[in-house]
Structures are given as C-alpha cells and as structure tokens.
C-alpha cells in the first residue's frame, strides 16, 4: 500500500513539475506578444514609428478674436493715475467644420515585419463667426497632429487667399479686423504619415456646441475599421475603394472620427489572451494522457510526459513567435503542421498507433487547434471556452465512470 502511495505521489509531483516549467514557459511568451512588450518586435515597431510616424491624432485648431483697449489704472509708486494698454481673447467655436481626407494604406515591409503604414492628403474647413461685440483680429493656434514626423504641403487660407506659412502651436493672425457677426471660411491643407489609426481629435470640442460637422474619408481600401462607431455614418465600397461619411448637426461629443486598419498584427490581443490560458490546455493534455493510458492499461515511462507535454507547449510558442511574420491563420497552420510532425514521429512509437489515433490526437488537436480558435471569437469566447472544457471534463468522467480504478497499473501492487 506504501508503495501504491509514493508511486502515485511520485507521478504527481512529476507532472505538477512538467505543468509549472510549460506555465512558465507560455506566461513568458505571452507577455512577449504585445507589439512594445518584446525587445525585438518593440525596438523594430518603434524605429519605423521614428521614422514614418505613429497613430496619428489632428487636433484641431483654436479661433480667437483679440481686442486692445486702455483701461486707467492708480499707480501707487507715482500716485498717479496712468493709461494702460490691455488685450483680451475670446475663443470662438467653428459653426460648421468640413473634412475632406484621402487615405493611401500600404503595409510596409522592414525586414519579415508588416507595418500599417498611410499617407494622408487633408483638407480642413472651418467656418468662423465674430460672436462677440468687438472688432479685432481673428487668431489661429494650430497644434501639430500628434506622432507625426513629417507634415508637408501644409498650408492656410482666408477665404480664397493664401496666409503664408507659420510655426504650428504659435499664434497667427489670420484675418487683421473681424467686425462682430461678420463670418469668414478657414481653409487648412497637408498631408501627413502615419502607422495603425487616423482620427480628428473631436473630443477637443466635447465641452462646446458646434452648429455642424461634414468629413469624408476616402480610402484606397475595404480592409479598415470605424474608430468609434457612435459617431452617426455611411460606408460605400467601389472597386476595393471606400469612402465614409459622416454627418453631424448641433453636436457636443467626447468620441474621435477616424479609422483604424487591419493588419496581419489585428490579433495580438487575442493571441496574448490565448497564450496567459494556454497552460490549462498543458495540463488538461497530461491529465487526459494519464487518465486513458491508466484506463487502456497502456505502459510507458513517466519520462516520456516530457515530450508529450512539449508537443503542446511548441503549439503555443510557434503561434507566438510566428504571428508577426505571417499572420494568424498562416501561424496557426504552420504551428498545427509542425507539432503535427513531432506528434507522428513520436506518439506511436511510445503509445501505440491504436492510443495515438483515437486518444492522444483528437485531444491534442481539441486542446491546441480547436482551443487557440475560441480566442479569436471575443464576442462568444466565453461560452466556447466554457463549452470545450466542459466537453473535455466530460469525456474524462465518462471513461472514468466505465473503468475499474482498482485494476489502474499506477494504483496495483507491484
């Protein structure tokens, strides 16, 4: 009985060993999945973001009206009352805003890396009302879009007429004296690079009411997302062109317009989800491996859970390591083909060709292939998940319930 004990004891404590060091082993590839979480793919990412530009954001620019006017003030030093020359800024809000943006998506290769990389060619129309009771100068501030290093054929208008360039995040005059309700139309033109998402910084307006909002994106491709899909739109496709439009009235909002592209790097987050549970697949893959071979009385040495277990945990790490280069079904498939050769030279050499076919490879297959899939399905992930470790639990209790534990080889008398 003593002996049954440390055998039993033994064999746990062997496989707990075998499920901690694949744990480990998939939690650190996992973490290595996010696009600035790997030193490699991160340094790579962030070189081309320095040289191309990152997610671009155009924020958009800032109206004032400035007056100067002379106030008489006491100056306690002469004790006088002198004249004193002050100036004061009114921000005006546009009361109607037109973008006009056409998008040019083409991935870039460095190295066997895919970058999402676009160019825009923008257009941007403000229309600007003098609200307030003063004559003055109309002023731009216009802050750079953020993460772009390169902006050209930048250029601002009043009305038909060129203003001539000026340092973004300074201020300009636009127009010298802008009576009160007199109305003037701004014209902004560039064009600008970037990588992933393109987006109006609308939220920059989330506190003010602005009369209307026209834009239209025109795209070079189907393969895009909304950014936000609560700002009301329209989507029509023409020869694998796209353009979007959008259109708002009397609006106060704390959501961007813009669009996102999809890449062969859109699943990221799914295959760095997948991998922090992929070690529950390792050991649902040992527990059945012994459970059956208990059952079926089919003997081999515990050291040969070793490379059982490795043949699931490769799965994951190809998925891990491949999914920059070739997507995610091309991953998935060159992961499923390789551990499937590790599977048939290895396999039915140490548990019989009848065990390997009917047991160990329809399970291998569930607890790897079937088991990664789930994760690309956010919306019924769930309930997917759920359901695959129920039907595996099941079949384990039902092979279980049909045995005779006592005649188990792990559990006899020596």
Request: net charge negative.
């Amino acid at each position: 009985m003593f002996k049954t004990i440390l055998r039993i004891g033994s064999m746990l404590i062997w496989l707990g060993f075998l499920m901690a060091v694949g744990a480990m082993l998939l939690f650190n590839a996992a973490s290595r999945v996010g696009e600035h979480k790997s030193s490699s793919y991160g340094s790579a990412y962030a070189e081309f973001q320095r040289s191309w530009g990152g997610e671009i954001g155009v924020v958009l620019p800032k109206f004032y009206l400035t007056r100067s006017y002379t106030e008489t003030e006491y100056n306690t030093t002469t004790k006088r009352d002198v004249v004193v020359e002050k100036t004061e800024s009114f921000s005006l809000v546009p009361s109607s805003m037109d973008f006009q943006a056409e998008l040019d998506y083409g991935e870039q290769e460095r190295g066997w890396l895919i970058f999402n990389a676009f160019e825009t060619t923008n257009l941007d129309q403000y229309s600007i009302t003098n609200s307030t009771e003063y004559t003055g100068p109309l002023v731009i501030e216009l802050p750079k879009p953020t993460n772009a290093n390169l902006i050209h054929r930048y250029q601002i208008f009043v009305g038909d007429n060129e203003t001539g360039l000026n340092p973004m995040e300074e201020r300009m005059v636009l127009f010298p004296q802008m009576k009160p309700g007199q109305e003037t139309s701004i014209t902004i033109t560039y064009a600008i690079k970037g990588m992933d998402v393109f987006k109006y910084n609308l939220s920059g307006y989330q506190s003010r009411v602005v009369g209307k909002l026209q834009a239209t994106l025109q795209l070079n491709t189907p393969q895009f997302e909304i950014y936000r899909f609560g700002l009301p739109h329209t989507i029509s496709t023409d020869k694998g062109n796209s353009q979007i439009a959008f259109n708002l009235e009397d609006f106060a909002t704390t959501q961007d317009l813009g669009v996102t592209f999809s890449s062969k790097q859109m699943y990221l987050n799914q295959i760095e989800t997948m991998l922090f549970y992929s070690p529950l697949s390792l050991v649902l893959y040992l527990l059945v491996i012994l459970v059956f071979s208990q059952i079926q009385a089919v003997s081999f040495n515990p050291l040969h859970y070793l490379f059982i277990g490795i043949i699931d945990v490769f799965y994951f790490l190809f998925v891990a390591y491949l999914v920059r280069f070739f997507g995610v079904g091309a991953s998935f498939g060159i992961a499923a083909l390789l551990t499937t050769g590790m599977f048939v030279v290895y396999c039915p050499n140490v548990l019989g060709k009848s065990f390997t076919w009917y047991i160990a490879g329809p399970y291998l297959f569930g607890l790897s292939v079937l088991f990664s899939l789930i994760f690309l399905m956010p919306i019924f992930r769930g309930l997917l998940f759920v359901s695959l470790i129920f039907l595996i639990f099941l079949s384990i209790m039902i092979a279980i319930s049909r045995s005779d534990i006592s005649q188990w080889p792990l559990v006899q008398e020596a």
